[in-house]
């Protein structure tokens, strides 16, 4: 079983930029495709970004694409998402899990507020 704990959250201004980090413990955290999900307040949780186990393979969510970077470390089991020009429609708990999500993989996730 792979435990994620996600970091990097802030307060930013629109515009400004975040970097968030997973931490993945276990040995088989470079099997995985791993991803980022977020909730925003009164929304279903939804996808934002994958990245495939080796690295090479990223899929972006629309809203998303063109300001967010996916990047992972497999030596280090962590998985990274840079984002960038960021809007406060991109206000959310971010989450990481393995893609397709296993319930039994959510962390507690990391708040990012990004103020107009």
């Known amino acids: 079983q792979v435990q994620l704990v996600e970091s990097g959250g802030g307060l930013v201004q629109a515009g400004g930029s975040l970097r968030l980090s997973c931490a993945a413990s276990?040995?088989?955290?470079?099997?995985?495709?791993m991803g980022w999900f977020r909730q925003a307040p009164g929304k279903e949780r939804e996808f934002v970004v994958a990245?495939?186990?080796?690295?090479?393979?990223?899929d972006y969510a629309d809203s998303v694409k063109g300001r967010f970077t996916i990047s992972r470390d497999n030596a280090k089991n962590t998985v990274y998402l840079q984002m960038n020009n960021l809007k406060p429609e991109d206000t959310a708990v971010y989450y990481c899990?393995?893609?397709?999500?296993?319930?039994?993989?959510w962390g507690q996730g990391t708040q990012v507020t990004v103020s107009s």
């Open positions: 276990g040995r088989t955290f470079s099997w995985y495709t």
């Open positions: 990245i495939s186990n080796s690295g090479i393979t990223t």
């Open positions: 899990n393995v893609n397709p999500p296993r319930s039994d993989c």
